[in-house]
């Protein structure tokens, strides 16, 4: 079963908006939620990641919100760009493994 | 360093061929991951080193998957009697022990069984 859920499967926005990317988890044995930004026909790269014990992290543009009483978090890209339009995933890391989303496909409308 | 290198970027084969990839982690960085991605999914674990050692291998990886790291640095990933079900990314990734959450992938290898 998928141990990470994501959604929306696919995000269009204007320049300059916000894009808003959710997970949701069951397992409370994870203890490390990145989010990964992947380009067609590359690897995914790290973006930004959060551990469960602060509700806030941002870098730049992006910001995770964690919630672990609802267990979800969401990645926020404020100031889209076009250069953002990419595939991104969420993950949770627990034992020595990660599990990924089902990834969100961002297109950002000049 | 440049980064996790996979070989080859891309791979097409027939159905009932064996097949072989290869990943070289960022130098230093003791653990190796290897995932597969299909279109519209995100990766999915198939098994991890450290160093040497194959410490974890998922429960859904076939009998036809093997892997190694013979040396504790580059490893291979061998699909034997390929199907056309195993076309897909394959992905390595490497940490670094003392950070080992922070993994760096590699570009893949796209595998196309006919």
């Known amino acids: 079963q998928q141990q990470v859920k994501q959604s929306p499967q696919s995000l269009i926005v204007q320049k300059g908006g916000i894009s808003i990317i959710n997970c949701a988890y069951e397992?409370?044995?994870?203890?490390?939620f990145p989010w990964y930004q992947q380009f067609p026909g590359k690897g995914p790269a790290l973006l930004i990641a959060?551990?469960?014990?602060?509700s806030e992290k941002k870098e730049g543009r992006f910001t995770i919100s964690f919630n672990k009483s609802a267990k979800q978090f969401s990645l926020h890209i404020m100031d889209s760009q076009p250069g953002d339009s990419a595939t991104y995933f969420c993950?949770?890391?627990?034992?020595?493994?990660?599990?990924f989303g089902t990834g969100t496909s961002l297109t950002v409308i000049p | 360093d440049t980064g996790v290198s996979q070989d080859p970027r891309h791979k097409i084969t027939k159905r009932g061929q064996n097949v072989t990839f290869r990943c070289d982690p960022i130098?230093?960085?003791?653990?190796l991951y290897w995932y597969r991605q299909t279109l519209g999914q995100g990766p999915e674990f198939l098994t991890y080193?450290?160093?040497?050692?194959?410490?974890?291998k998922s429960r859904l990886l076939s009998d036809r998957f093997s892997a190694e790291r013979p040396k504790g640095s580059f490893s291979t990933l061998e699909i034997q009697r390929t199907e056309q079900g195993d076309s897909a990314m394959y992905l390595c990734?490497?940490?670094?022990?003392?950070?080992?959450?922070?993994?760096?992938f590699g570009p893949g290898t796209r595998l196309l069984v006919l």
């Open positions: 990734a490497s940490s670094f022990f003392g950070n080992q959450e922070t993994q760096y």
């Open positions: 397992n409370t044995a994870f203890d490390y």
């Open positions: 080193f450290q160093n040497e050692a194959q410490l974890e």
């Open positions: 959060i551990r469960p014990d602060v």
């Open positions: 130098s230093e960085h003791n653990r």
């Open positions: 993950a949770a890391y627990t034992g020595n493994q990660f599990y």
